[in-house]
């Protein structure tokens, strides 16, 4: 991705269901790397955001919030580690799950859809209908070709205006120009 920002990952076009991804510069050898650094989950009235943007890599844990508090009854959260890494599982009564797990830098996100989404899904991850020649579909449906140039501007098509930002709506901090974090205001 060319600059950092936030993103739609996944979007159902059949139900209230999205994921949405932060990320943020790394650098590595000099080099530096958009990484993922935070995802908000949301499918109706649960909201689940996993979160390592603000943290101390080697010693703050990664952060799972609850923005609307209890979760509906059908929807899972859990942790645990894989090979020493922390892994967040969320699952939904739609069937719907979505796997996140952290590494030191950057998070890494599994998502698996619903049945309702097949042919019904659009954002990085393409749609969801078994054809990947149309999975670089753009939000105005220009189709790009493969292999993806993440440097091109199919993902930033995907970038997500501050008003629809899951983050931004539930007050979830970002880095501000100077490298330190602050609270995002939501607008009422």
Wanted: proline content about 6%; hydrophobic content about 40%; overall charge positive.
């Amino acid at each position: 991705m060319s600059k950092a920002g936030e993103f739609t990952m996944y979007e159902s076009t059949a139900r209230p269901f999205q994921i949405q991804i932060r990320t943020q510069p790394y650098v590595h050898n000099n080099r530096t790397y958009n990484v993922i650094c935070a995802a908000a989950v949301q499918e109706s009235n649960d909201v689940i955001v996993v979160d390592m943007c603000h943290v101390s890599h080697s010693t703050t844990p990664l952060k799972v919030i609850f923005p609307n508090g209890k979760l509906s009854a059908g929807t899972i959260v859990s942790r645990s580690l894989s090979y020493m890494s922390p892994v967040v599982n969320i699952t939904f009564s739609s069937g719907a799950f979505v796997t996140v797990k952290a590494y030191e830098t950057f998070l890494v996100i599994f998502a698996h859809s619903a049945k309702e989404d097949f042919n019904a899904t659009r954002g990085l991850c393409g749609i969801f209908d078994g054809n990947i020649d149309n999975d670089l579909t753009r939000p105005n449906l220009h189709v790009d070709l493969f292999p993806p140039n993440f440097q091109d501007p199919f993902a930033d098509s995907w970038r997500i205006p501050q008003w629809l930002s899951i983050f931004h709506k539930f007050g979830i901090r970002k880095r501000n120009t100077k490298g330190k974090y602050e609270n995002i205001v939501p607008d009422h």
